[in-house]
């Protein structure tokens, strides 16, 4: 049986979402490309743009990782005006946005109501208040390996509705099979009706 990976930086995976970093090569199978937070450059922005544009095409399925970090060191109201500009990008080219936030998510929310499209936080691994919050405001949240073995987490992915519910490897060096075989336990379904809910999500996605 395969495992969608929904978000993960491995070129040597093909079933799921390839997260292209700035100035790669596109793959010629289904990736994500955004403009990160650390990676803003900003007396250098508009050719980043320009390139961005560049590469959605056919096999570009969603925009990002784009989003929030307090952690990092460019301006905050720079990082609002990038994200916000790949939102209005995303809405051009109905593509749905792969979310990076750190210590910002209820920053986060107000972003939601300027998208047309779904947004999906990725590597998700807050308390349940954050995740009660971002459902609350039509988020996806996407899990990945923190699941494994994080308690709090486990008893958080409870609450969360199927029709929401994405899983991915990121960086993290692991099989994702092992990450289904435990949601499905924590979820109390079968593995192979996680799978197919997870496609039927994608699909959602793909023409929300």
Known sequence: MDFFDFHHHKKNISYG???L???QIPSNFSYSIGIHPQ???RENIDSQFN???SVINENCFAIGECGLDG???VDMKIQEEVFLRQIQLANEFKKPLIIH???KFYEMIPFRKKSQQAMIIHGFNKKQSV???LLKNNFYLSFGKAVLYHLSLQETLKTVPLDKLFLET???DFNIEELYQKVSEIKKISIEQLQKQILENLETIRNE
């Open 17 to 19: 979402i390839y997260n």
């Open 21 to 23: 970093d700035i100035n």
């Open 39 to 41: 990676d803003i450059q």
């Open 51 to 53: 390139w961005l544009q």
């Open 71 to 73: 952690l990092v060191s």
């Open 101 to 103: 936030c750190v210590r």
């Open 131 to 133: 995740a009660e919050d």
């Open 170 to 172: 990121d960086n993290d």
